[in-house]
C-alpha cells in the first residue's frame, strides 16, 4: 500500500509543479492575469446573477411602460428598454446564458473533434482520408455562415444554435488533435505500447487523447470568445434567442429601433460583448504561451 502511495505521489509531484510554474508565468503577463481575473468574475456574476440583480422580474417579459426608455440613473443604472425593463439585470443575467451556451457549443466541439482526430491520427489509412476530407468540406464554410444554414434547416431557437456552433466547430478540434497524433504515434511510449500489443482503441483513448490536453485547452480558450460572438450574431439575425430571453445579441437587436433616443439600450449589451470576448481572446494568447513549451519563457 505504502509503495502505491509512494508511486502515485511520484505521479502527481511533476504534475503539480508544472500547475505551479504555469500559474508563475501567468501571473507575469500582466494582460493575461487582467484577462483571467475578469473571466472570473464573470463566472461568479454568472453564477450569483438571480440573486444579485436589482429587478429579477424584469428577466421575463413583464412590462412596465411607464418607466420605458429611461436613462442611466441611480434606480436603473444602465437604463430601461421598451418595456420598462432594467437593462442592467438583463445584461447581468446575460453573462450566464451567453457562458452557459458558449461552453455547451465548445464542449459539444470537443466531444464530437478530438476522438475523430485521435482516431485519423493514429490509425491513419483510409479511415484518415474518410475523416479528414469530411473535416475539409465542413471547413470549406465560414463557421458563421454554417451555424447560419443549419438554424435554418432546423429551426430557430437557443439549443439549435448551440449545436449548430458545435457541428461548425468541431472539424477545427479534429484537425489540431489529428496532427498532434500522428506526432504521438512516433513516440517510443507509443510503439512500445503496441508492441506488447495493446489495442489501438486503448491507444487512442489511454495515451494519444490525454497527450493533446493542452492545446486543446488553448483552442477552447481562444474558441470561447469567438463562439459568444457568434452566438450573439445568431441571436441578433434572430436565428438564436428568443424573446423574452435577455441574450446579449437579442437586446442589441432589439433596441436598433430606440438607438438614437436611447444609446443606452444597445451600448450595455454591445460593451458586455466586447469586453467578454477581449477577456477570453487574451486568456487564449496567454494559455498558448504559457503551454507552448517553444514559446514559453522561463
Known amino acids: 500500500m505504502d509503495s502505491r502511495i509512494y508511486n502515485l505521489m511520484e505521479i502527481i509531484r511533476p504534475r503539480v509543479k508544472e500547475v505551479g510554474f504555469s500559474f508563475y508565468l501567468l501571473k507575469k503577463n500582466k494582460l493575461t492575469l487582467a484577462a483571467f481575473y475578469v473571466i472570473v468574475a464573470l463566472f461568479v456574476l454568472a453564477i450569483l446573477?438571480?440573486?444579485?440583480?436589482?429587478y429579477p422580474s424584469h428577466i421575463s417579459d413583464e412590462a412596465n411602460v411607464a418607466n420605458k426608455l429611461l436613462p442611466p440613473s441611480g434606480e436603473y443604472l444602465f437604463g430601461t428598454d421598451e418595456l420598462g425593463r432594467d437593462i442592467f439585470s438583463r445584461v447581468i443575467y446575460g453573462i450566464r446564458i451567453s457562458l452557459t451556451t458558449a461552453i455547451l457549443a465548445v464542449g459539444l466541439a470537443i466531444i464530437i473533434g478530438v476522438p475523430l482526430g485521435a482516431i485519423a491520427g493514429t490509425i491513419g489509412g483510409w479511415v484518415d482520408e474518410v475523416i479528414m476530407r469530411i473535416t475539409d468540406i465542413f471547413?470549406?464554410?465560414?463557421?458563421?455562415?454554417?451555424?447560419i444554414a443549419i438554424v435554418s434547416i432546423v429551426g430557430s431557437s437557443l439549443n439549435n444554435a448551440i449545436i449548430a456552433i458545435a457541428l461548425s466547430w468541431w472539424p477545427w478540434y479534429t484537425r489540431l488533435v489529428r496532427g498532434q497524433a500522428v506526432s504521438l504515434k512516433e513516440r517510443k511510449f507509443i510503439q512500445a505500447a503496441e508492441a506488447i500489443g495493446t489495442s489501438k482503441w486503448k491507444i487512442i483513448f489511454s495515451h494519444?487523447?490525454?497527450?493533446?490536453?493542452?492545446?486543446?485547452?488553448?483552442?477552447?480558450?481562444?474558441?470561447?470568445?469567438?463562439?459568444?460572438?457568434?452566438?450573439?450574431?445568431?441571436?441578433?439575425?434572430?436565428?438564436?434567442?428568443?424573446?423574452?430571453?435577455p441574450e446579449w445579441g437579442l437586446m442589441i437587436?432589439?433596441?436598433?429601433?430606440?438607438?438614437?433616443n436611447a444609446w443606452w439600450y444597445s451600448i450595455f449589451p454591445g460593451l458586455a460583448i466586447f469586453i467578454t470576448v477581449l477577456a477570453f481572446n487574451l486568456l487564449g494568447d496567454g494559455f498558448r504561451?504559457?503551454?507552448?513549451p517553444k514559446t514559453r519563457k522561463r
Open 49 to 54: 446573477a438571480p440573486y444579485i440583480v436589482p
Open 208 to 245: 494519444v487523447v490525454p497527450n493533446t490536453i493542452s492545446p486543446v485547452i488553448v483552442q477552447a480558450s481562444m474558441d470561447m470568445g469567438g463562439v459568444i460572438l457568434t452566438i450573439a450574431s445568431l441571436s441578433f439575425l434572430g436565428l438564436g434567442a428568443q424573446a423574452p430571453t
Open 289 to 292: 504561451e504559457i503551454m507552448d
Open 139 to 147: 471547413l470549406s464554410f465560414p463557421p458563421l455562415l454554417l451555424a
Open 253 to 260: 437587436n432589439t433596441s436598433r429601433n430606440y438607438f438614437l
